[in-house]
Structures are given as structure tokens and as C-alpha cells.
């Protein structure tokens, strides 16, 4: 699995292709996948977790953010 830089340049590449924007919605929804197994986020809220992870929570939102760009 791919650390949270990695993840984060990876993001990156494929928010500035050329590729469609379904193409990137399937591609950012993946990473996103990704980080929920590696770093085991969540699926409620919760507020201790957010504290102790906040670059995680940050880079997981802007992949949610850039979807259906």
C-alpha cells in the first residue's frame, strides 16, 4: 500500500489529466478506498480520530472534493 505522500501525488497526476471526468471519479473513489482500508478510517464521525488524523482527513476530503470534477 502506498504511504499518504504517495497517495497525495497520485491525486495529484490523475485530477490534472486529460482523462474523462467519470475516468477520474472511478480513479479518486479507489484512492479513496484505499485510505479507508490502510488507515482505517472511520465510516461515522468521530472526533478523537479526526484529531489524532488530520493530514489523512484532509488529503481523504480533497479526494471526496475533486470527484465529478
Do not use: G
Not at 480513479?27 to 482500508?37: A, N, Y
Amino acid at each position: 500500500m502506498r504511504t499518504l505522500r504517495q497517495i497525495n501525488a497520485v491525486c495529484e497526476k490523475i485530477i490534472q489529466s486529460d482523462m474523462p471526468n467519470r475516468v477520474k471519479t472511478h480513479k479518486l473513489t479507489k484512492l479513496m478506498t484505499e485510505m479507508e482500508k490502510k488507515f482505517q478510517i472511520p465510516l461515522t464521525r468521530n472526533e478523537h480520530w479526526e484529531r489524532e488524523n488530520e493530514a489523512i482527513l484532509a488529503l481523504y476530503r480533497k479526494l471526496w472534493r475533486c470527484r465529478d470534477l
